[in-house]
């Protein structure tokens, strides 16, 4: 599934992520995300090269 997020939304989401308790489980999740984001953004680097 691919969301279609501003930057500014998916920190957003990051950050609210991360200040959930460590017991809500969330933090894989965060890191999920942000591997992701990550990808998608090298990828565009690429591929405006």
């Given at each position: 599934m691919k969301l279609d997020l501003t930057p500014e939304e998916v920190q957003a989401i990051l950050q609210?992520?991360?200040q959930?308790?460590?017991s809500s489980g969330a933090w894989p999740l965060l890191v999920k995300?942000?591997?992701q984001v990550?990808?998608?953004t090298?990828?565009?680097e690429?591929?405006?090269d």
């Open positions: 609210v992520l991360g959930l308790p460590t995300i942000d591997a990550k990808a998608q090298e990828q565009k690429t591929d405006n």
